[in-house]
């Protein structure tokens, strides 16, 4: 095997990690802006959580908590990929 191919599964080696920020943050956050003073010329706000999760282990929950299995998440996009397609 050559040294950092990705594996045999087709599987992206790489994980990808998502920010879990609560509605009222975000809220929260925008609020706090639109009485900033600082608005004038547009301003860019970066919002993150302190703990991202592997994505995989987000959407596991996901389907666990809807009771829907990752054959039939994958069925219904009409496609057999995984971490490594690009979502």
Do not use: F, H
Not at 68 to 82: D, H, K, L, P
């Amino acid at each position: 095997a050559t040294k950092g191919a990705p594996p045999a599964t087709g599987e992206d080696p790489t994980p990808k990690y998502v920010n879990r920020i609560l509605v009222d943050d975000i809220c929260g956050a925008l609020l706090a802006a639109a009485k900033s003073d600082r608005l004038e010329g547009g301003r860019t706000y970066n919002l993150v959580d302190d703990l991202p999760a592997p994505r995989r282990e987000v959407l596991s929950e996901a389907r666990r908590l809807l009771g829907v299995g990752e054959a039939e998440t994958e069925q219904s996009r009409g496609t057999g990929g995984g971490e490594g397609d690009g979502t």
